[in-house]
């Protein structure tokens, strides 16, 4: 059975810092994309960013370039989201989400296991 756990999430001043991860288990690691998802109420769910192992793809939003950092641990099995630079406009309930894929993908559609969401709030 896939299972994804987000942690990291919480509480943060503008301009700080928080580092989320997703530890996936019961997945080839390599065979997968993970991305993250971001939503707020009334907004449409946005992928903010992904990384694909076996290809090395990674994606970001145009509005986290230069902010947030993607990387993977193996071993672990575990993804981790980087995020500096935070602003309110990060606020959100942030999912990871993983597809049989050695590409990234961006439509939530496409992900058929995801896990249970962190709530990221930056104040200022």
């Known amino acids: 059975e896939v299972q994804l756990m987000e942690s990291g999430g919480g509480e943060v001043q503008a301009g700080g810092t928080l580092r989320l991860s997703c530890a996936t288990s019961?997945?080839?690691?390599?065979?997968?994309?993970i991305t993250w998802f971001r939503q707020v109420p009334g907004k449409e769910r946005e992928a903010v960013s992904c990384?694909?192992?076996?290809?090395?793809?990674?994606y970001f939003v145009d509005s986290v370039k230069g902010r947030f950092t993607i990387s993977s641990d193996n071993a672990k099995m575990t993804v981790y989201l980087q995020m500096n630079s935070l602003s309110r406009e990060d606020t959100a309930v942030y999912s990871c989400?993983?597809?049989?894929?050695?590409?990234?993908?961006?439509?939530?559609?496409?992900?058929?296991?995801w896990g249970q969401g962190t709530q990221v709030t930056v104040s200022s």
């Open positions: 019961g997945v080839t690691f390599d065979d997968y994309a």
């Open positions: 989400a993983a597809v049989k894929s050695p590409w990234c993908v961006r439509g939530d559609i496409l992900y058929n296991h």
């Open positions: 990384i694909a192992s076996e290809s090395g793809s990674k």
